[in-house]
């Protein structure tokens, strides 16, 4: 029987890299025979990744930060050109949480969610279109969140940019299936990362409670969703596009 989650043959750009959920994303794409780009701003990070995985595999480091949107052009372009590779998949797992009351708020704050959480990843969508960059029949992962489904009290700005992520990919789907490529996101529930831990150490006991019990299954770990972004690169999602692929141990169940 073919294996419709291999990744052989196939390079994927995975951001954020570097920790977390884009660490685990490229161990799990390495054990399904992906070559992997792994780009982050702290390039040791970077290295310590690139450790984890299978050292036969020319897997590259390419650090970059993607808060400067108006360089990723170039930087993407650059960057096949020297590897003289084309990407067949990315994960946009770079991302910024911040807990801040409404009222404490402003556009500044607004602006830091959104640049990073989705122009950036908009930015990255747009070089894969040129034939210089992305192969015909690429697939995109945005990695979203269920704060851009349900609410929570003190991330408004948070969720805004990753209920706009949401709200993007399933107008870019239908943009870009004419080179049969395909948008999707992830939407996470609680995941154990440094990320989301420093953000949950900020709530008080009795909201950190409330958070635990709202997972029927537990509170999830970064390999919980990169085995969701294993699979929406791979050929067995390739009629899936436009779609939030919610992985949140039951929380939206409630």
Known sequence: MEYPYSLNSKTILITGASSGIGRETAVVLDQL?????????????????KL????????IIAPFDLNSTSDIKAWMKDL??????LIDGVVHSAGLHKTIPLRLGDLA??????NINLYAGTALLQCMLSKKVGKSGFSFVFMSSIMGAVG?????A??????????????????????NARVNSIAPGFVKSEMSENSFSLLTIEQQEKIIEYHPLGIGNPKDIAYGAAFLLSDAAKWITGTVLTIDGGYTCH
């Open 33 to 49: 025979g992906a070559t992997l780009i792994l780009t982050g701003r702290n390039k040791e990070s970077l290295e310590e990744t």
């Open 52 to 59: 984890s995985l299978d050292a036969t595999k020319p897997h």
């Open 80 to 85: 096949t050109k020297q590897y003289n590779i």
């Open 109 to 114: 704050h607004y602006d830091q969610l959104m």
């Open 152 to 156: 929570q009290s003190g991330i408004s």
């Open 158 to 179: 948070y969720s805004a940019s990753k209920g706009a992520i949401n709200a993007f990919v399933r107008s870019a789907a239908l943009e870009v299936a004419d080179k």
